[in-house]
């Protein structure tokens, strides 16, 4: 079975699960675009196109000894 990528929004979901924990409070979209190291605007627009902002998302992920696999797949 393949696996796909999950859209944009279901990844910014899971990353908004993962800080939540970790900060203890609601995690908001900007919360996420600083995390990850870009512009609000443009993480916005990655949405509204669904593109994975992969290489931030791998980062993000190396830094808090996670599994890339339960963000985007």
Known sequence: ????????RE???RLKDIL???IGSTIFDWHIADELNIPYNSFRMSIMKNRLPLKQIVIFC????????????
């Open 1 to 8: 079975m393949d696996k796909e990528f999950v859209d944009t």
């Open 11 to 13: 990844a910014t979901e």
């Open 20 to 22: 939540s924990i970790e």
């Open 62 to 73: 190396y830094k808090r000894d996670i599994q890339i696999n339960t963000i985007i797949f």
